[in-house]
C-alpha cells in the first residue's frame, strides 16, 4: 500500500480541496498533527551539544518517541483513509431485498464502529505528542521555545478537529454501549489534551 505522504505537498493540498472522498476532514486533522509533532522534534534537535549537555539524555529520549508519534500519525492517515473507504462501500451496498438489507445493514454498523475507532486511536497519537511537548517546553532551546508551544496548540487542535468525526458516526451506531463507552473516550481525550497544551504553552510563554 502507498504512503499518502509520499505525495507531494501540491498534491495533498489539491486533493483536500476537490471533490474526492478522500482525504476527508479527520485525515486532514490527523495530518496537521504530524506537523505539530514535527516542531516538537525541531525544537528537540535544536536542543543539542554543550549548551545543552545537563538535558541530553531527555532530549534524546523526546526525539526517539516524537519520531514513533510521526511515524504512528503518518500510518493513520493512512489508515484512516482506508476505513473511510470501507465506509463508503457499505453504503454502495444493494439493498434491493430482506437478505441484501441484512447484510448492508451489518456492514455499516461494522464500518460506523471502525470509523469511530480510528479518529479516537489517533486522538491518543495527538495527546502523546503534547506530552512531549509538555516534556520539552522547560528545557527546550529557549531561542526556539515558541515553536513548541506552536507544536502543542497544533497537537490540540488536530485531537479536537478528528474527534468531530466521532461526532458524526456516534448518531449511526445502533450499539448503545459502544456508543458510551466512544463518547466517554472522547470526552476524556478532550479534557487530557486541553490540560496538556495549556500547561506547554503557559511553561513557554513564562520562558520568552
Same mark, same amino acid.
Given at each position: 500500500?502507498?504512503?499518502? %505522504?509520499?505525495?507531494?505537498?501540491?498534491?495533498?493540498?489539491? $486533493?483536500?480541496?476537490?471533490?474526492? &472522498?478522500? &482525504? *476527508? *476532514?479527520?485525515?486532514? =486533522? =490527523?495530518?496537521?498533527?504530524? %506537523? *505539530?509533532?514535527?516542531?516538537?522534534?525541531?525544537? =528537540?534537535?535544536?536542543? #543539542?551539544? /554543550?549548551?545543552?549537555?545537563?538535558?541530553?539524555?531527555?532530549?534524546? =529520549?523526546?526525539?526517539? /518517541?516524537?519520531?514513533?508519534?510521526?511515524? $504512528?500519525?503518518? #500510518?493513520?492517515? @493512512? @489508515?484512516?483513509?482506508?476505513?473511510?473507504?470501507? %465506509?463508503? @462501500?457499505?453504503? #454502495?451496498?444493494? #439493498?434491493?431485498? @430482506? $437478505? $441484501?438489507?441484512v447484510k448492508r445493514t451489518k456492514a455499516l454498523q461494522d464500518a460506523y464502529k471502525k470509523a469511530t475507532l480510528s479518529p479516537l486511536e489517533i486522538a491518543d497519537t495527538c495527546i502523546k505528542a503534547n506530552e512531549l511537548a509538555l516534556r520539552l517546553a522547560p528545557i527546550g532551546n529557549k531561542s526556539a521555545i515558541s515553536d513548541v508551544g506552536v507544536g502543542a496548540i497544533i497537537a490540540d487542535a488536530s485531537l479536537k478537529g478528528v474527534l468531530l468525526a466521532v461526532d458524526i458516526n456516534l448518531p449511526g451506531i445502533k450499539d448503545s454501549d459502544f456508543v458510551e463507552k466512544a463518547a466517554a473516550r472522547r470526552d476524556a481525550q478532550i479534557e487530557k489534551s486541553e490540560k496538556l497544551m495549556n500547561e506547554a504553552v503557559k511553561i513557554v510563554k513564562g520562558r520568552l
Amino acid at each position: 500500500m502507498s504512503r499518502y %505522504f509520499d505525495k507531494s505537498f501540491a498534491q495533498i493540498l489539491e $486533493e483536500s480541496a476537490s471533490n474526492a &472522498p478522500t &482525504p *476527508g *476532514g479527520g485525515s486532514v =486533522a =490527523a495530518m496537521a498533527g504530524t %506537523f *505539530g509533532a514535527a516542531m516538537v522534534s525541531m525544537v =528537540a534537535n535544536l536542543t #543539542k551539544g /554543550e549548551k545543552f549537555a545537563d538535558v541530553h539524555d531527555e532530549i534524546d =529520549a523526546i526525539l526517539a /518517541e516524537i519520531s514513533q508519534v510521526m511515524v $504512528e500519525l503518518e #500510518k493513520q492517515v @493512512d @489508515d484512516d483513509m482506508s476505513v473511510f473507504g470501507a %465506509f463508503m @462501500d457499505a453504503l #454502495k451496498m444493494p #439493498k434491493s431485498n @430482506d $437478505e $441484501e438489507k441484512v447484510k448492508r445493514t451489518k456492514a455499516l454498523q461494522d464500518a460506523y464502529k471502525k470509523a469511530t475507532l480510528s479518529p479516537l486511536e489517533i486522538a491518543d497519537t495527538c495527546i502523546k505528542a503534547n506530552e512531549l511537548a509538555l516534556r520539552l517546553a522547560p528545557i527546550g532551546n529557549k531561542s526556539a521555545i515558541s515553536d513548541v508551544g506552536v507544536g502543542a496548540i497544533i497537537a490540540d487542535a488536530s485531537l479536537k478537529g478528528v474527534l468531530l468525526a466521532v461526532d458524526i458516526n456516534l448518531p449511526g451506531i445502533k450499539d448503545s454501549d459502544f456508543v458510551e463507552k466512544a463518547a466517554a473516550r472522547r470526552d476524556a481525550q478532550i479534557e487530557k489534551s486541553e490540560k496538556l497544551m495549556n500547561e506547554a504553552v503557559k511553561i513557554v510563554k513564562g520562558r520568552l
